[in-house]
């Protein structure tokens, strides 16, 4: 009878200062939220260059944060190792919610996947605070090119192994585990030619130096709204709405390569909840406004608002997806 009441009384224990922890961390959460923002910046880590897609995103999103948190916001541009730099400033700093990222799914899922010591677990340094937009990638020839449609570029390569190189903006990027992915579901013996960044990939198609390339639509479309660059497919789930007549990779025979170019904002793990929705709520304002939908209209992307949940699943997903696509082709950076 007295072992009963010796662990009824450890059992009653153990539940009290359980709801007492519970009820301490909401507490102490409820006040950094109602704190939060009390400092005069809120810093964006963008892991790339001024003037790419992932910075457009940011800069478009920035004076609608500054609205909602009535607080200044700006952004650092913190660029190399293909994103990996960034991310890892903001997996390090401190959880409070002044200091977020807005990569892409190279940052996220395709970096960390193909990268030896990337610094960073994208599913575990971060607080998804949610998607904030969504491209695709196209997959482009010259013009004169002797295909038209992607069976045809398979049918050519198929007659000519070893003879067609397609090109990338560098090992292990998007457009190279595209390539690599389409080289085995179609079984052709196609060559990489690495590329330092996607303005030199362009003109490395344009010019003859490679026959084909996957590249970011933003990248393209002003080549292919002039007639200088042929796309044959669009790697996303659904045809876009600035190019109807062009196909998807599905339609084309290949559903296993979809690629959505999305950009997502995080913000470094443990941040509070109450924080992360604050985060949310401001970045969702300026997602659902016209001025961003209509400039990221102009690039060929749409904005993307949802939850913070959704997001968790997409990096995980994707993250999981190109892991073992790199694995599969023996992609592979030190």
């Known amino acids: 009878m007295t072992m009963f009441k010796l662990n009824a009384c450890s059992t009653w224990r153990a539940i009290i200062i359980s709801i007492a922890t519970t009820v301490s961390f909401s507490a102490f959460?409820?006040?950094?939220?109602?704190?939060?923002?009390?400092?005069?910046?809120?810093?964006?880590?963008?892991?790339?260059?001024?003037?790419?897609?992932?910075?457009?995103?940011?800069?478009?999103?920035l004076p609608h944060m500054e609205n909602v948190l009535k607080q200044t916001v700006i952004i650092e541009n913190r660029t190399g190792a293909g994103s990996a730099i960034g991310a890892r400033v903001v997996a390090n700093a401190p959880p409070d919610g002044y200091t977020i990222l807005i990569g892409n799914i190279s940052t996220f899922a395709i970096v960390p996947a193909v990268m030896n010591h990337p610094g960073y677990d994208p599913t575990k340094a971060f607080a998804p605070i949610?998607?904030?937009?969504?491209?695709?990638?196209?997959?482009?020839v010259r013009p004169s090119f002797p295909a038209n449609t992607v069976q045809e570029l398979v049918t050519y390569a198929r007659a000519n192994p070893g003879k067609i190189s397609y090109g990338s903006a560098g090992v292990g990027n998007s457009a190279h585990l595209m390539a690599e992915l389409l080289r085995s579901k179609?079984?052709?013996?196609?060559?990489?030619?690495?590329?330092?960044?996607?303005?030199?990939?362009?003109?490395?198609?344009?010019?003859?130096?490679?026959?084909?390339?996957?590249?970011?639509?933003s990248a393209s479309i002003g080549l292919?709204?002039?007639?200088?660059?042929?796309?044959?497919?669009?790697?996303?789930?659904?045809?876009?709405?600035?190019?109807?007549?062009?196909?998807?990779?599905?339609?084309?025979?290949?559903?296993?390569?979809?690629?959505?170019?999305?950009?997502?904002?995080?913000?470094?793990?443990?941040?509070?909840?109450?924080?992360?929705?604050?985060?949310?709520?401001?970045?969702?304002?300026?997602?659902?406004?016209?001025?961003?939908?209509?400039?990221?209209?102009?690039?060929?992307?749409?904005?993307?608002?949802?939850?913070?949940?959704?997001?968790a699943k997409l990096i995980d997903a994707d993250f999981k997806k190109w892991s073992a696509v790199a694995k599969a082709a023996g992609i592979s950076i030190d």
């Open 186 to 217: 179609a079984g052709i013996d196609i060559v990489h030619v690495p590329y330092r960044g996607g303005a030199e990939l362009s003109i490395a198609v344009l010019s003859g130096q490679v026959e084909m390339a996957f590249t970011d639509l």
């Open 130 to 140: 949610v998607q904030t937009s969504d491209i695709g990638n196209v997959l482009v």
């Open 224 to 311: 292919m709204r002039k007639g200088q660059l042929k796309a044959l497919a669009i790697t996303s789930n659904t045809r876009t709405p600035e190019f109807p007549d062009l196909p998807t990779m599905v339609e084309a025979g290949f559903p296993d390569i979809i690629l959505r170019n999305w950009t997502a904002a995080v913000a470094p793990a443990g941040t509070p909840p109450a924080i992360v929705k604050q985060l949310l709520s401001a970045i969702n304002d300026g997602l659902a406004s016209q001025d961003v939908q209509a400039n990221l209209k102009k690039i060929g992307a749409e904005t993307k608002p949802g939850t913070s949940e959704d997001l």
């Open 29 to 61: 959460d409820s006040v950094q939220s109602q704190e939060f923002p009390k400092k005069e910046i809120i810093k964006i880590i963008v892991p790339y260059a001024a003037g790419g897609p992932t910075d457009t995103v940011a800069r478009l999103l």
